[in-house]
């Protein structure tokens, strides 16, 4: 084997090399577009869930106000009724 043949077979083993580090990078570059699709849609049905949660907290909120005035609108009748039946 000469000395140009081995330079030859060096290059076109320098060649390959770069085309299959090329075909890796390639193919981890579509495992993370896979993967960043996942995640994608994993984090829009998080966000549906999340807005579905906080619309539940707001109800039970407004529940709560509901209740509370409620009971105020109570007390205060009660108070006045016994205001009324005060014998001064």
Do not use: P
């Not at 299959?20 to 193919?27: A, G, T, Y």
């Amino acid at each position: 084997m000469g000395l140009s043949s081995g330079i030859s077979n060096c290059m076109q083993q320098d060649k390959f090399a770069k085309i299959i580090l090329i075909s890796d990078l390639i193919k981890d570059k579509e495992a993370k577009e896979e993967e960043l699709a996942y995640y994608e849609k994993v984090m829009q049905e998080l966000l549906v869930k999340m807005h579905m949660v906080k619309n539940e907290i707001n109800l039970t909120n407004t529940i709560i106000d509901v209740i509370k005035n409620e009971k105020a609108d109570i007390l205060q009748q009660f108070i006045e009724s016994k205001d009324n039946t005060r014998v001064i």
